[in-house]
């Protein structure tokens, strides 16, 4: 059972035809979906093989509604702390991929602790950078991590975005990240740089570094290389939002059934790719 923590959140997707034109018109093509990291990673977990559990808030609103019923259909076991308007964020995607996310978390940084019982079952605890911000969604996520090292449950961390991390810095968002203690951080080649990771790994912190289609990578907490592996040949030109989620979920479920390193980053790229083509699959129905 993973048990991520953080946004479940509407999701409207804007793909542009043609490259942007700053105050013109930019012929799109627009959707509406489930979307969050958190959430994303829990229904990646369950459509790998796990279980999944997700633990955030949402509006007490028919769009909270139908955002709680796609996570169910999707067979994760939702938690939900449901008050006012739902978060929801605009994904402008241009056409060579490259994305850009305006994000209105409304209610999703209200959570609180909901109690012991939130770890009945559970075997492994994530959550993105992206709640750490924001109260007491932040000081939640901050004892939920704690709870978890009292259990010796592993916890693993995302990075999220540079555009997040931009609030605190490079150096603040690496003390603030070894002070959670989570046992595993995945960050992509941008949030690698920004935070100095190769040169300068987090103590007692496992790096897992996703480098879209070359190979990721396992760094143990002294910057040894543990593993590799590449993935597959990916859809190109497809809206990427949501793959390192994928590859997170994919991952956590081989970790936590104790496959090895190079295993798991091989069922994180399965994951990402079976992501990637279900998204190719809904544009090309569009």
Request: glycine share 10%; with cysteine.
């Amino acid at each position: 059972m993973i048990l991520a923590v953080g946004d479940l959140i509407d999701e409207i997707a804007v793909r542009l035809v043609a490259p942007w034109r700053r105050g013109s018109d930019a012929t799109a093509r627009i959707t509406r979906r489930r979307g969050g990291s958190a959430a994303n990673v829990a229904v990646a977990a369950v459509a790998a093989g796990g279980r999944a559990r997700f633990l955030g808030a949402i509006g007490d609103d028919s769009t909270g509604s139908a955002l709680l019923a796609a996570l169910q259909a999707a067979g994760v076991e939702a938690h939900l702390q449901r008050s006012g308007r739902s978060p929801s964020i605009i994904v402008v995607v241009e056409p060579d991929g490259e994305r850009t996310m305006l994000p209105d978390r409304g209610v999703a940084m209200n959570l609180v602790h909901p109690g012991p019982t939130i770890f009945d079952g559970v075997s492994w605890l994530h959550a993105p950078a992206y709640s750490l911000f924001g109260e007491p969604l932040a000081r939640t996520t901050r004892q939920l991590f704690a709870d978890a090292r009292q259990r010796g449950i592993p916890a693993s961390l995302d990075a999220s975005s540079i555009g997040a991390l931009a609030a605190w810095g490079p150096e603040e968002s690496r003390r603030q990240f070894a002070e959670l203690g989570a046992t595993c951080l995945f960050a992509n080649a941008e949030e690698t740089e920004y935070l100095d990771l190769r040169n300068r790994p987090l103590q007692g912190v496992t790096c897992i570094l996703k480098r879209g289609s070359d190979e990721a990578e396992v760094r143990g907490e002294d910057g040894e290389l543990l593993a590799t592996a590449a993935p597959d040949t990916l859809p190109l030109g497809v809206d990427t939002t949501g793959a390192g989620d994928a590859f997170a979920g994919g991952f956590l479920v081989a970790r936590a059934s104790d496959a090895p390193w190079e295993d798991a980053l091989y069922a994180g790229h399965v994951a990402a790719r079976k992501h990637l083509l279900q998204q190719q699959h809904h544009e090309e129905a569009e």
